[in-house]
């Protein structure tokens, strides 16, 4: 089901949340990702050495955190982490993490450590994360929170 129009602005006006599973031991963990969407899912790249992809291999339930505390703003998000399998499907995310300005000078800055400049091409999965619930707390026109339940 595609994003509403203002929940994929938001989203895409940021790249950073707080991604939450379940460790294969049964404990919860997080851990910050970089995350581009389209207009109907939510993307994510981690290190196969990682604890997130061991988690996910396991088990695909996740929950994304996504906030403007300057705002008073957040998208609480929960859903399914899906590997993506094909080349062209890890392209085609590696390439959209690439171009995203906000994404592109973490990554891509020579004079950083960012990811894409320790991690080689083979050394890491893509993730696509289908929304199945999803809340938003942001302001009302009054100033005051307001919580929105988008998808149940």
């Given at each position: ?71 008073w703003t957040t998208m609480q998000i929960q859903g399914n982490a899906e590997r993506l399998i094909t080349e062209t499907e890890v392209q085609e995310v590696m ?58």
């Amino acid at each position: 089901m595609p994003f509403r129009k203002d929940v994929e602005i938001f989203l895409k006006s940021n790249h950073l949340g707080v991604l939450s599973y379940i460790s294969p031991e049964g404990e919860a963990q997080g851990a910050f990702i970089y995350f581009f969407v389209n207009k109907e899912a939510i993307f994510f790249i981690t290190r196969r050495n990682s604890r997130k992809f061991e988690s996910l291999h396991k088990n695909h339930s996740v929950a994304l955190t996504v906030s403007l505390p300057e705002e008073w703003t957040t998208m609480q998000i929960q859903g399914n982490a899906e590997r993506l399998i094909t080349e062209t499907e890890v392209q085609e995310v590696m390439e959209a993490m690439q171009t995203n300005p906000k994404i592109e000078s973490f990554y891509l800055d020579a004079n950083t450590d960012g990811p894409f400049q320790i991690i080689d091409g083979t050394a890491f999965e893509a993730y696509r994360v289908t929304v199945t619930w999803l809340r938003w707390l942001k302001k009302n026109t009054k100033g005051k929170p307001k919580y929105e339940q988008i998808i149940e």
